[in-house]
């Protein structure tokens, strides 16, 4: 049985840093394609970051240069670093597993699994 557990997620102020952390239980996520989504109130699901199976990354525009993306395979666990966190980034945030080799995407119709979220707040 496949499980996405996300923890990290909190309130913090502008400016602030967060990490978010993914542990994956079930199969490896060394050959998988990776991805963190938000969803913030009366809004749609949205991609925040990607990795692919070979490590390549992609991320949203708003988030680019604040956030950072990583696994570590040996712990089996995915990554989000947040710094310069803005009230915009105020969501619930949700780890997202394809279970297959593949470059970064941020299309959630390709996610087989997903986790059951960390809320997020930022204040102004």
């Known amino acids: 049985q496949v499980q996405l557990v996300e923890s990290g997620g909190g309130s913090v102020q502008a400016g602030g840093s967060l990490r978010l952390s993914c542990i994956v239980s079930?199969?490896?996520?060394?050959?998988?394609?990776m991805g963190w989504f938000r969803q913030a109130p009366g809004k749609e699901r949205e991609g925040v970051a990607a990795?692919?199976?070979?490590?390549?990354?992609t991320y949203a525009d708003s988030v680019k240069a604040r956030f950072t993306i990583s696994r570590d395979n040996t712990k089996n666990t995915l990554s989000l670093q947040m710094n310069s966190l803005k009230p915009e980034d105020t969501a619930m945030y949700y780890c997202?597993?394809?279970?297959?080799?593949?470059?970064?995407?941020?299309?959630?119709?390709?996610?087989?699994?997903w986790g059951q979220g960390t809320q997020v707040t930022v204040s102004s």
């Open positions: 079930g199969y490896s996520i060394s050959t998988a394609r």
């Open positions: 990795i692919g199976s070979e490590g390549g990354t």
């Open positions: 997202a597993a394809r279970p297959y080799r593949g470059p970064a995407t941020m299309t959630s119709t390709l996610y087989y699994y």
